[in-house]
Nanobody, 129 residues
Framework: EAQLVESGGGTVQPGGSLRLSCVAS????????MFWFRQAPGKEREGVAL????????DYADSAKGRFTISRDNSKNTCYLEMNGLKPEDTAMFFC??????????????????????WGQGTQVTVSS
């Protein structure tokens, strides 16, 4: 059974940092594109970042560019999201998701549409003073 388990969320002050982790099991992690997305109360789901199976390509939402970094360690079946310069508007439940790799354009389509095969239960990020 495929499973994604996120951790690392919490409450930080504006300008603070967090590192989210997502541990995968039950599917061949090295051939899956990994995504992070978030959802705040009353708002639509928003793709935050994606990274290709080998880790060589990635993309970010405009709101994340310059502040967030996605990475992965295929030897540990783990994907990370390093978040710096956090703002109150980053407050949301953050989820990781996985989709078997096909093409870059397909990965971007799924990123924009939040359309994934597997996703986790989420970890809460709250940015507040």
């Amino acid at each position: 059974e495929a499973q994604l388990v996120e951790s690392g969320g919490g409450t930080v002050q504006p300008g603070g940092s967090l590192r989210l982790s997502c541990v995968a099991s039950g599917f061949p992690f090295p051939v899956y594109t990994m995504f992070w997305f978030r959802q705040a109360p009353g708002k639509e789901r928003e793709g935050v970042a994606l990274i290709t199976p080998g880790g060589g390509s990635w993309d970010y939402a405009d709101s994340a560019k310059g502040r967030f970094t996605i990475s992965r360690d295929n030897s540990k079946n783990t994907c990370y999201l390093e978040m710096n310069g956090l703002k109150p508007e980053d407050t949301a439940m953050f989820f990781c998701a996985a989709q078997k790799w096909s093409t870059w354009n397909e990965a971007l389509r799924r990123f924009k549409q939040s359309d994934f095969t597997y996703w986790g239960q989420g970890t809460q990020v709250t940015v507040s003073s």
